[in-house]
T-cell receptor
Framework: KNEVEQSPQNLTAQEGEFITINCSYS?????LHWLQQHPGGGIVSLFM???GKKKHGRLIATINIQEKHSSLHITASHPRDSAVYIC???????????FGEGTQLTVNP | GAGVSQTPSNKVTEKGKYVELRCDPI?????LYWYRQSLGQGPEFLIY????????DSGLPNDRFFAVRPEGSVSTLKIQRTERGDSAVYLC????????????FGSGTRLTVV
């Protein structure tokens, strides 16, 4: 079992739909990151969370430390949101990130 | 520079050859990480530097892989006797140590071993 699991692996939506991507983890963490990766490999950091909720534009990220679960929401999705979204955790015992396998999101016009 | 720079962006090499991949982190970021990402998977940890020293090299798959950061800024990942299974995107990230500093990733080096 991976330490960080994401669902779904693949998600196809129509433009304008509300999207949720889930992340569960099994280790103690000091922070959880949501990252976006476009074709070609570049990774952009979207959020870093240690508790509660953060919002940036149409993106919302929440975390429940007790349940070891986080969600990334995209409101009013757009084709330019199409990318791989990756959840990564920084364990309390170290400095490195442990990554989920990513969710491939495709938003159709 | 403004971001983390990785060179080359693409590298094709023959099986058995030696390769070097370079990462130039954000100025002032003392922590530097190397990750490897195979197709369709999330990145996997290779090695972490704090300053000039390797604080955690537990992710290096075998002794063909080695990384250095002699002056605490630029890092080089070195792979000897490359194998086809080494083909992947090699990602570098840097951050300011301590506190709640986030990670900044480079665009990666796509290594193909033929």
């Amino acid at each position: 079992k991976n330490e960080v699991e994401q669902s779904p692996q693949n998600l196809t939506a129509q433009e304008g739909e509300f999207i949720t991507i889930n992340c569960s983890y099994s280790v103690g963490i000091s922070a959880l990151h949501w990252l976006q990766q476009h074709p070609g490999g570049g990774i952009v950091s979207l959020f870093m969370l240690s508790s509660g909720k953060k919002k940036h534009g149409r993106l919302i990220a929440t975390i429940n430390i007790q349940e070891k679960h986080s969600s990334l929401h995209i409101t009013a999705s757009h084709p330019r949101d199409s990318a791989v979204y990756i959840c990564a955790v920084r364990e309390t015992s170290g400095s490195r990130l442990t990554f989920g396998e990513g969710t491939q999101l495709t938003v159709n016009p | 520079g403004a971001g983390v720079s990785q060179t080359p962006s693409n590298k094709v090499t023959e099986k058995g050859k030696y390769v070097e991949l370079r990462c130039d982190p954000i100025s002032g970021h003392t922590a530097l990480y190397w990750y490897r990402q195979s197709l369709g998977q999330g990145p996997e940890f290779l090695i972490y530097f704090q300053g000039t020293g390797a604080a955690d090299d537990s992710g290096l798959p075998n002794d063909r892989f080695f990384a250095v950061r002699p002056e605490g800024s630029v890092s080089t990942l070195k792979i000897q006797r490359t194998e086809r299974g080494d083909s992947a995107v090699y990602l570098c990230a840097s951050r300011i140590s301590g506190g709640s500093g986030g990670y900044t990733f480079g665009s990666g080096t796509r290594l193909t071993v033929v």
